[in-house]
């Protein structure tokens, strides 16, 4: 395998999420909602066109539970359900994706971000670029010289410098960190008393 341009992992889970939420809802003439599927696939053709990749995968979570739930019952519990308008447009936008020919993977059992991760660990040992198109702090972890992170609605991208700017270590740290200050949003608990900069300084 031979790259010339960057290889991307597109976070879709999470362009999904921030579609849904930053657009007014949008439908079809029979009511059917479309304000995220509009917003992904904008997305997708603008970053097409801005880096021409010569490979790509567009990476969801799967339904269901995954292995981090076996270890940890807790595990993203006070989440709401998905908004059912939002859940209307998961299956549409997986066929546009497809219909684009475009591989799409949903991996059982594991989140977007394993695969991710284990796509960016299988690219990087060829010596292959990777860019990284998501939001997602736990992903931050992977950067290094071969591999950065896009956001794509700041139009930002993250290196190594780029990520200690912004947590106050590296990248090969970032688990660390993480598992010091926690995730609510996750519902993981950290340390108690310990919030970002006393996590950096240790």
Avoid at 5 to 33: K, M, Y
Avoid at 78 to 97: A, F, G, N, Y
Avoid at 106 to 119: K, S
Wanted: charged share 15%; glycine share 6%.
């Amino acid at each position: 395998m031979n790259a010339t341009h960057p290889i991307l992992l597109i976070d879709g889970s999470s362009w999904l999420h921030r579609a849904f939420n930053a657009l007014p809802p949008l439908s079809t003439q029979t009511s059917e909602p479309t304000g995220a599927l509009y917003g992904v696939l904008n997305m997708l053709h603008r970053l097409l066109a801005d880096y021409q990749p010569d490979y790509l995968a567009v990476i969801f979570d799967a339904p269901g539970k995954t292995f981090r739930h076996e270890q940890f019952a807790a595990y993203k519990a006070p989440r709401p359900p998905l908004d059912p308008q939002l859940i209307q447009q998961i299956e549409p936008l997986h066929t546009c994706i497809r219909a684009l020919g475009l591989p799409l993977l949903q991996i059982v059992g594991v989140e977007a971000d394993d695969v991710i991760g284990t796509l960016t660990r299988q690219a990087t040992a060829r010596g292959l670029p990777v860019l990284i198109v998501s939001v997602d702090k736990d992903l931050t972890q992977l950067v290094n010289e071969q591999v950065r992170i896009l956001d794509t609605m700041k139009n930002v991208v993250t290196d190594i410098s780029g990520v200690e700017r912004k947590f106050g270590v590296p990248p090969a740290l970032i688990a660390d960190y993480l598992a010091l200050v926690g995730d609510s949003s996750d519902n993981i608990p950290g340390v108690a008393g310990v919030g970002p900069i006393t996590a950096a300084k240790w």
